[in-house]
């Protein structure tokens, strides 16, 4: 599995981004997709993850209320809509996927997926 990772950018804080990561495989292998994010200095965390069944979504509490996970399965693509972004959200974000993981307490964890995009550099100046 190839994940695809785009989007990122420099924007001023407040503003808005949408990252989209595309796979190169038939999605019934995979069970969740996420992104993650890394700041300098800082261990990946996650960020939120969608399964393709259609279970619920997650979100870290950092982002809960200003970012939005969605999928489109024809395309085979997550996006995240991000808005009212800030200085601390500056990262290199990450998508991964999971042919196991759906639980919310899986999710989280980076160790759990098998699949892993290059990142994507989201730079937010206040």
């Known amino acids: 599995v190839q994940l695809q990772a785009s989007g990122g950018g420099l924007v001023q804080a407040g503003a808005s981004l949408r990252l989209s990561c595309a796979a190169s495989?038939?999605?019934?292998?995979?069970?969740?997709m996420s992104w993650f994010r890394q700041a300098p200095g800082k261990e990946r965390e996650f960020v939120s993850g969608i399964t393709w069944s259609g279970g619920p979504t997650h979100y870290a509490d950092s982002v809960k209320g200003r970012f939005t996970i969605s999928r489109d399965n024809a395309k085979k693509t997550v996006y995240v809509q991000m808005n009212s972004l800030k200085p601390e959200d500056t990262a290199v974000y990450y998508c991964?996927?999971?042919?196991?993981?759906?639980?919310?307490?899986?999710?989280?964890?980076?160790?759990?997926?098998?699949?892993w995009g290059r990142g994507t550099l989201v730079t937010v100046s206040s």
């Open positions: 495989t038939r999605i019934f292998s995979i069970s969740t």
């Open positions: 991964a996927a999971s042919r196991w993981c759906s639980t919310s307490l899986c999710v989280v964890d980076p160790a759990r997926y098998e699949y």
